[in-house]
């Protein structure tokens, strides 16, 4: 199974600023996926992270609020970008391989934004 | 497209007591179907999962599930309850192969002594 590194693990943020979550895994995987969980609610997928071309979005998410990157196979980051409030939640990194029956995710990163 | 539907938004059960939360799914083909836990502050962690052979599929920590393709129903169960089972529990679902995992709106877990 996979370990999933995600940093920051929470943080504190001002509105009109941007920030930057980052996914680290151990082993090289094919899929990365980040969700966002709003206060009280369900994980909504926000992307598929691809390595080497853009992130596919998921119906509502967009590219200027929640570019993504993924440099290889280890390794993605999520910015939210001119943060509101609106923006606090549970963000998570999910992975995938070959092989595996099941995803794996990594610990949260959660944001409040004031 | 798929969906995932937690009917229960919370219960509450007496530690000792049995539980069984329920989840119903909605996908054109076979499901590959998962309960994950959410304890308060904690990332999700992966009860059990579905994917063929032995409708009666065991987890970790007591608790199993029974994939009823007739009733499209993949209700999780545990016969007695512990404190320590409180928390938040997420019904999920994916195509076949696929990690991109479509979620219910999950059921919370409250257990009195």
């Known amino acids: 199974s996979a370990v999933i590194s995600q940093k920051p693990s929470r943080d504190i943020c001002q509105r009109g600023t941007s920030l930057t979550i980052q996914c680290q895994v151990d082993?090289?995987?094919?899929?990365m996926f980040w969700y966002r969980q709003q206060p009280g609610q369900s994980l909504t997928l926000i992307a598929t992270a691809n390595q080497g071309s853009e992130a596919t979005y998921e119906s509502g998410f967009v590219i200027d609020k929640f570019p993504i990157s993924r440099p290889n196979l280890t390794f993605s980051t999520l910015t939210v970008s001119n943060m509101s409030p609106e923006d606090s939640s549970i963000y998570l990194c999910?992975?995938?391989?070959?092989?595996?029956?099941?995803?794996?995710f990594g610990q949260g990163t959660r944001l409040t934004v004031v | 497209a798929q969906s995932v539907t937690q009917p229960d938004i919370h219960i509450t059960v007496s530690e000792g007591a049995s539980l069984e939360l329920r989840c119903n799914y909605s996908y054109g083909a076979t499901p590959y179907l998962f309960w994950y836990v959410q304890s308060p502050g904690q990332g999700l962690q992966l009860l059990l999962k579905?994917?063929?052979?032995?409708?009666l599929v065991q987890g970790i920590k007591g608790f199993e599930a029974e994939f009823k393709r007739s009733q499209s129903s993949f209700n999780l169960r545990k016969p007695s309850v512990h404190w320590s089972d409180a928390a938040e529990y997420f019904c999920a679902t994916s195509g076949a192969g696929s990690y991109q995992l479509t979620f219910g709106k999950g059921t919370k877990l409250s257990v009195i002594p």
């Open positions: 579905y994917f063929s052979g032995d409708t």
């Open positions: 082993s090289q995987v094919t899929m």
């Open positions: 999910s992975v995938g391989d070959r092989g595996d029956t099941e995803a794996f």
